[in-house]
């Protein structure tokens, strides 16, 4: 009587094989990573950059100062006729204008999102060279559906918080990664696609309209 195979024998001999064939294979060669780690752009210029490139994006981009950032945040409402709009818990009271339908988040769903005017969020930080902002779920920053379904959404970014490059980027974000296990929104203009017939279609995977208030600190 010949005893049937076990389920696991396939699998064991294929292990088998991809063992044998480390054990003889000779050390790989050391990935050689040329690409630039670290930016050269003063604060200035990696503000000027990451509005370039926002703009590029066909996102609106606006260098503010501090005092100015509540009077840019109702401008920026009323200039798409939006009044009724969502906040994080953790959005400053200095950046709430009056006149304004805010509506604190309380794990809304998504159908309630969709009927609110806009969204008021902070960010984590922004990449100057691809012109792409970061949310890690920070209290400022939201759930990543604040950000995905109403179809404005109006992001504060300090030019403290601006990176030249992408290493950069996740150089800082290891540790939200890593050690908070934070999830990770990365936002480079209004949500497009291009996917039927070449034509681009604007609001299909998230806003289709994003204006980014970049706060200056100290003079350009």
Known sequence: MVAAAKVSDPRELMLARVRRAISGAPTPAPVVRSYRRAGTHERAARVELLCERLRDYRAEADVVRPRQLRAAIAEAFARHDAVRVAVPAGVPAVWRPTGLELIEDSDQDACDLDHLDGVLTGATLAIAETGTIVLAGAPADGRRALSLVP???????????????VPEAFDRLSALVGVESRPLTFISGPSATSDIELSRVEGVHGPRRLVVLVVVSRPR
């Open 151 to 165: 179809d404005l959404h109006v992001c504060v970014v300090a030019d403290a918080q601006i990176v030249e490059l």
